[in-house]
């Protein structure tokens, strides 16, 4: 089929699994930073949580790599479009524990 790519997902299927792994990153993130530096409100600036969000956004690609995805035919939009959408959920996730005070 002319819409399928090389490891035979389609290229709707394989925008649904990056965005969901990319999403799903970023929530788990959220809760590794906030068991690793608490959610108190010193925990906000511990350059520990920005490291943890790192670590997953790297941790990413060998599992989308695992999982069928070619990431070999990623551009820099795509690296960009993962990073921003860890980040995004990371972000909006470790806000809602740190200013609800969640004690995980």
């Given at each position: 089929?002319?819409?399928e790519?090389q490891?035979g997902?389609?290229k709707?299927?394989?925008?649904?699994?990056?965005?969901?792994?990319?999403?799903?990153?970023?929530?788990a993130?959220?809760?590794?930073?906030g068991?690793?530096?608490g959610?108190?409100?010193?925990a906000?600036t511990?350059?520990?949580?920005v490291?943890?969000?790192?670590?997953?956004?790297?941790?990413?690609f060998?599992v989308l790599r695992?999982?069928?995805?070619?990431v070999n035919?990623?551009?820099?939009k795509d690296?960009l479009?993962?990073?921003?959408?860890t980040?995004?959920?990371?972000?909006?996730?470790?806000?809602?524990l740190?200013t609800s005070?969640?004690q995980?």
């Amino acid at each position: 089929m002319a819409t399928e790519t090389q490891t035979g997902l389609s290229k709707h299927i394989r925008g649904v699994t990056v965005t969901t792994l990319a999403c799903l990153a970023g929530v788990a993130a959220a809760l590794v930073s906030g068991v690793l530096v608490g959610t108190t409100v010193t925990a906000a600036t511990n350059n520990v949580a920005v490291g943890v969000l790192g670590a997953f956004v790297l941790a990413q690609f060998p599992v989308l790599r695992v999982i069928g995805i070619d990431v070999n035919g990623f551009g820099v939009k795509d690296y960009l479009y993962v990073v921003f959408m860890t980040f995004s959920l990371w972000f909006i996730s470790f806000a809602i524990l740190l200013t609800s005070g969640v004690q995980l």
